[in-house]
């Protein structure tokens, strides 16, 4: 069965063992055993600038983005010898003569190498046009990147861009020399934009550039700098990073980029607001912070990097203790070029600035590029993450495991079938088509609309009368994984109580559905987003909900408002869970009853 969200699979990160085997010679390739390569041919080729460490053991291999531990017989003996001859230019028979291993046995233990992402291609690679160091560097992180899997493809990509620098000779060419030396591959220093910088033609250096960054030293007495290059940006359409000192803090960002971030002034009223002070000049003690601060958030920029900042942000940097912050700079009200209306009131304003984060994604300018394979892997794991509390020791008992037909979809004849809709068979239906599973090969067995990256937010509860379900207490939790309900507490809560701080009746109702928002896994993968996220799940399921049941003949009214006493009754989670609608199954319509709390 093809599902939309399940648990997903990735490689252990922690102890291997490299399995072994008789050695012998493999068959030859690339011209035969104990040759050397042919031009152009490569071979694989481990990492460059790694730690490898041979214990009783095995062997450990360190340097990279994490800690790699190897046990097993072929890990003492063969690991210590093979990993220093991964260099890119042996091929795999010569590899197999000087260790010993079979063809298949060395294929086995360079698989795993790969998994583990210590291998990477070399093929075309331009490390000529750095220093060894850097491109030690490079390749033992490049991973995390997550827009390149090897140090050729990021310096390759690297070198077709340009970065120019604007500010106090002093600081601007030391980040242009770390640019350049860090592999960009064009960087400079240009005189300060004229008054009129739209109509400046292109840097010659930037044209033909993949990607072109400018950076701004924003000091104080620099007659507008910051504004001139943010308006030779707009003309140029390309990002603008600035960078500050103030105080006991380096300031990194905004990146201007007209028409998707806040401008200049916006940038300069939020930061007065704040009271912080005017940028202080930079000094000989702090420029070296600065520059590389600097030069990191712009090789993410010029790089497409999976840790390109959000370039709506600031991140403030504290000089003593290095502890970073982050902060949105937004358009302030009334802005005449940001284009902004006037202020709003109380809590309009914050829902305003948050409709203003995820209004649309990023330029690709300054889009973060994909994720590295680590966080990938992660993230497809999140799929499974659930529940939230520990459901290990409480009482669970199977539904049945039939879908009944929703009559006028799918072919199905548009006669109402007689049922009761709080009936176990008819629940356990709604539950698997609400929040269940998707099935892709046959869309009329389960949930019809994907879930926001495939994870499943829409967390299903059942508030029901005593006796109805065969589990103690009357509060339950539907299991998706496992098609079962679960018993949340022994004692029954009667829907009254479950309902008072709601506006329906339990009077009129068979039972009733919670959805749950399952914020924590899809803020692990989206940020912010998760909030847009969850209400666009919990969208999609409150449809698909009404659609079966009043294709059935069943009724459900939805309650326009509820407290927190009602994440009590389900003992949800602080912080992860929130409820994101409650429906009563069984409830003729009722018309809205004024000033009900709502749940803050």
Request: charged share 20%; net charge neutral; proline share 10%.
């Amino acid at each position: 069965m093809s599902v939309d969200h399940h648990r997903g699979g990735r490689p252990a990160t922690g102890a291997g063992t490299v399995l072994p085997g008789p050695a012998g010679p493999g068959p030859a390739e690339h011209g035969g055993e104990g040759r050397p390569a042919p031009a152009g041919a490569a071979g694989p080729a481990l990492r460059r600038g790694l730690a490898v460490i041979a214990h009783e053991g095995g062997t450990i291999v360190q340097g990279g983005t994490r800690r790699h531990v190897f046990r097993g017989r072929t890990a003492r003996e063969v690991l210590p010898a093979l990993l220093p001859l991964l260099d890119g230019t042996r091929t795999r028979p010569r590899l197999c003569a000087a260790v010993g291993l079979s063809a298949p046995q060395l294929d086995a233990v360079l698989a795993l190498l790969r998994r583990r992402g210590l291998l990477e291609e070399r093929r075309g690679w331009g490390a000529e046009r750095v220093a060894d160091h850097v491109a030690d560097f490079v390749s033992r992180g490049v991973e995390w990147t997550g827009a390149h899997r090897d140090a050729g493809g990021w310096l390759d990509a690297l070198g077709r861009t340009c970065a120019l620098v604007y500010g106090p000779a002093g600081t601007a060419g030391v980040i242009a020399a770390d640019l350049a030396e860090s592999g960009v591959g064009h960087t400079g220093t240009p005189p300060p934009p004229g008054r009129a910088p739209e109509q400046a033609p292109a840097a010659p250096a930037s044209r033909g550039a993949a990607r072109t960054l400018l950076v701004v030293v924003d000091e104080p007495g620099q007659d507008g700098l910051l504004e001139r290059v943010a308006a030779q940006g707009a003309a140029w359409d390309v990002p603008v990073l600035r960078v500050a000192v103030d105080g006991a803090r380096v300031e990194l960002g905004p990146v201007f980029l007209s028409g998707y971030t806040a401008c200049v002034a916006c940038c300069r009223a939020g930061r007065a607001a704040a009271g912080w002070g005017e940028p202080r000049a930079v000094d000989p003690d702090t420029r070296d912070l600065l520059a590389g601060l600097a030069c990191s958030e712009a090789l993410a920029l010029l790089g497409g990097s999976s840790t390109t900042a959000p370039a709506r942000t600031l991140r403030a940097v504290s000089v003593p203790d290095g502890r970073s912050e982050r902060f949105f700079v937004a358009p302030e009200p009334g802005c005449p070029a940001c284009g902004t209306g006037p202020a709003a009131e109380d809590g309009a304003a914050v829902a305003e600035l948050y409709e203003w984060t995820v209004e649309r994604p990023p330029p690709p300018a300054v889009r973060p590029g994909d994720p590295p394979q680590d966080v990938a892997a992660r993230w497809a794991d999140l799929a499974g993450d659930r529940p939230a509390r520990s459901f290990l020791t409480r009482p669970r008992c199977p539904l049945p495991a039939a879908r009944l037909p929703v009559p006028g979809t799918f072919g199905v004849r548009t006669a109402r079938p007689a049922g009761d809709p709080s009936g176990t068979a008819e629940i356990a239906d709604v539950l698997a088509r609400v929040g269940g599973f998707r099935d892709i090969d046959d869309p009329a067995a389960g949930r019809w609309a994907p879930s926001g990256g495939s994870l499943a937010s829409v967390e299903l509860y059942l508030l029901t009368r005593e006796g109805q379900v065969d589990l103690p207490g009357t509060v339950f939790r539907y299991d998706d994984t496992r098609h079962e309900l679960i018993a949340v507490r022994p004692e029954p809560v009667p829907l009254d109580r479950a309902l008072r701080s709601t506006d329906l009746r339990a009077e009129d109702v068979g039972h009733v559905l919670v959805m749950v928002a399952a914020h924590q896994r899809l803020a692990a993968k989206y940020g912010g987003f998760a909030y847009r996220l969850a209400q666009l799940d919990a969208g999609c399921a409150t449809t698909q909900l009404s659609a079966v049941l009043h294709s059935r003949g069943a009724s459900v009214d939805f309650a326009s408002a509820w407290g927190p006493d009602l994440a009590v009754t389900l003992d949800l989670v602080p912080g992860d869970q929130y409820v994101t609608a409650v429906a009563a199954v069984g409830a003729p319509p009722r018309a809205p009853r004024a000033h009900a709390p709502r749940e803050n």
